[in-house]
């Protein structure tokens, strides 16, 4: 379990960087309330598996099954709050030279929570799009000016398309600025806080390897160690909710020990 060494530890290295960079997955997000991807899902979704409702070929087949899946999560994510991790990042952002999160999640809840340098890998599933991007991409339609409901992909009001979630789906590419800046970001980083991600998809799983290989100190805070476990210097073991406080509190105890000095 959790160790104070290693916390201090971490918090040494997040004090002296000049740029951390954290890379965030569903886990950060479980203690909101919101399931991992990879838990089973529950109730109406149980039968289904994300990866194959989270594709083009999905939507294009049933697009109302698709369009009825992400407005049961839109549901899901309006109800949940930032928790004790989200804000635990916010606050090392406040006392650190420059912090910047790459988040794979799609709820929104790092902005919410008042991070202020947030790159969406994989989009946001509280916006939403024209499937054809008729003018521009994205072209981005408020949900709440068309007439819609949950059970079926509503018509883009310019074009007809079917409108869908701003988000990434298996098979796509991640948006050209985003994947370039967080790579940008990897590559320049002293630490890399990787909370939260099984490190399973691809290419934000690369993003703590980048790091790594550009000479950042790689810290993991997760129950159970992921696939990136090979990249990771300092492996803080437990619920992002618990132990994110902790470090805040760490590099407190280390910035009181450095002026007491
Ligand atoms: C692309 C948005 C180029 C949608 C998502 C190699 C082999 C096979 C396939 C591929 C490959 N390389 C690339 C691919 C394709 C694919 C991929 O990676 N597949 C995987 C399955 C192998 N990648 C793509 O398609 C990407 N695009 O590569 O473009 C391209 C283009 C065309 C053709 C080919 C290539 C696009 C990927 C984006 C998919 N969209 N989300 C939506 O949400 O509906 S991905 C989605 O799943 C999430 O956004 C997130 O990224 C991912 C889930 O991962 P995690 O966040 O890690 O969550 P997970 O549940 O897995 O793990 C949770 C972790 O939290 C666990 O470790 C757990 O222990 C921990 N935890 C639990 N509780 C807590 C906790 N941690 C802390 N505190 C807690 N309390």
Redesign the pocket.
């Known amino acids: 379990m959790l160790s104070t060494p290693e916390l201090n530890t971490a918090a040494e290295a997040i004090s002296r960087a000049r740029l951390v960079a954290v890379s965030s997955?569903?886990?950060?997000s479980?203690?909101s309330g919101i399931p991992?991807?990879?838990?089973a899902q529950t109730g109406l979704w149980a039968r289904y598996d994300?990866?194959q409702l989270?594709t083009p070929s999905a939507f294009s087949r049933n697009p109302d099954l698709v369009w009825a899946w992400y407005m049961f999560r839109r549901d899901l994510v309006a109800q949940s709050q930032p928790n004790p991790?989200h804000h635990a990042l916010v606050e090392m952002e406040a006392r650190v030279s420059k912090l910047v999160v790459l988040t794979?999640?799609?709820d929104g809840l790092h902005r919410i929570a008042g991070s202020t340098d947030v790159v969406e890998l994989?989009?946001n599933?509280r916006r939403f799009k024209c499937s054809g991007d008729c003018r521009g991409s994205p072209t981005i339609i408020d949900l709440d000016t068309i007439e819609h409901d949950q059970e079926h992909a509503p018509a883009c009001p310019h074009c007809g398309a079917l409108i869908r979630p701003d988000?990434?789906?298996?098979?796509?590419?991640?948006p050209p600025g985003a994947l370039e800046r967080a790579f940008d970001i990897a590559k320049q980083c002293d630490v890399m806080l990787v909370?939260?991600?099984?490190?399973?998809?691809?290419?934000?799983a690369s993003l703590p390897v980048e790091a790594r290989h550009a000479g950042a100190t790689v810290i993991e805070?997760?129950?159970?160690p992921?696939q990136i476990a090979p990249v990771v210097d300092i492996f803080l073991q437990g619920?992002?909710?618990q132990v994110l406080p902790l470090l805040i509190d760490a590099l407190q105890a280390f910035r009181n020990r450095s002026l007491g000095a």
Do not use: C, D
């Open positions: 997955g569903a886990g950060i479980k203690e991992t991807f990879r838990e994300p990866e989270a991790g794979q999640n799609v994989h989009g599933l988000v990434v789906w298996y098979g796509e590419m991640l909370v939260g991600t099984s490190g399973v998809v691809q290419p934000a805070v997760n129950p159970m992921s619920p992002a909710g």
